[in-house]
Nanobody, 126 residues
Framework: VQLQASGGGLVQAGGSLRLSCAAS????????VGWFRQAPGQEREFVAA????????RYADSVKGRFTISRDVDKNTVFLQMNTLKPEDTAIYYC????????????????????WGQGTLVTVSS
C-alpha cells in the first residue's frame, strides 16, 4: 500500500485543518491506519488511529477532544480533522498502516506501522 498525506498548511492558533491520507492499493479489513507527527528536534509521536474494519479509534491524550479521525471506504482515504489547533501541534504529519491480526489492539508506537507516506507540514502560528 502506498499512502499519500495532504492537507497541511499554515493556520492561526484556534483554527482548523483537515488532513487526508489517500491509499493506493487494497486496505484490508484488519488494517489500522494511523497518524503520527514529528516536530523539529523531536521524535515521531502517535496522534490517532482507526481500524478499517469497525472504525474503532484511539487518540493521543494531547489531541483528544480536538482531533477526529475517520475513514471513507469508497475513497480509500483516512481523514484527520484538526480543530482548536495550538502552536504545539506544529509538525510534519505522517500516515502509516499496521497490518497485524484483526484482534491486535490499536498500537500507539511506531514499530508495528509501515507504508509511511511522505508527510504533510502543519504550522500553527500563535
Amino acid at each position: 500500500v502506498q499512502l499519500q498525506a495532504s492537507g497541511g498548511g499554515l493556520v492561526q492558533a484556534g483554527g482548523s485543518l483537515r488532513l487526508s491520507c489517500a491509499a493506493s492499493g487494497i486496505i484490508y479489513s484488519n488494517y489500522v491506519v494511523g497518524w503520527f507527527r514529528q516536530a523539529p528536534g523531536q521524535e515521531r509521536e502517535f496522534v490517532a488511529a482507526i481500524r478499517w474494519r469497525d472504525r474503532s479509534t484511539r487518540y493521543a491524550d494531547s489531541v483528544k477532544g480536538r482531533f477526529t479521525i475517520s475513514r471513507d471506504v469508497d475513497k480509500n482515504t483516512v481523514f484527520l480533522q484538526m480543530n482548536t489547533l495550538k502552536p504545539e501541534d506544529t509538525a510534519i504529519y505522517y500516515c502509516a498502516t499496521d497490518k497485524r491480526d484483526r484482534w491486535a489492539p490499536i498500537a500507539t508506537t511506531n514499530r508495528p506501522y509501515d507504508d509511511w507516506g511522505q508527510g504533510t507540514l502543519v504550522t500553527v502560528s500563535s
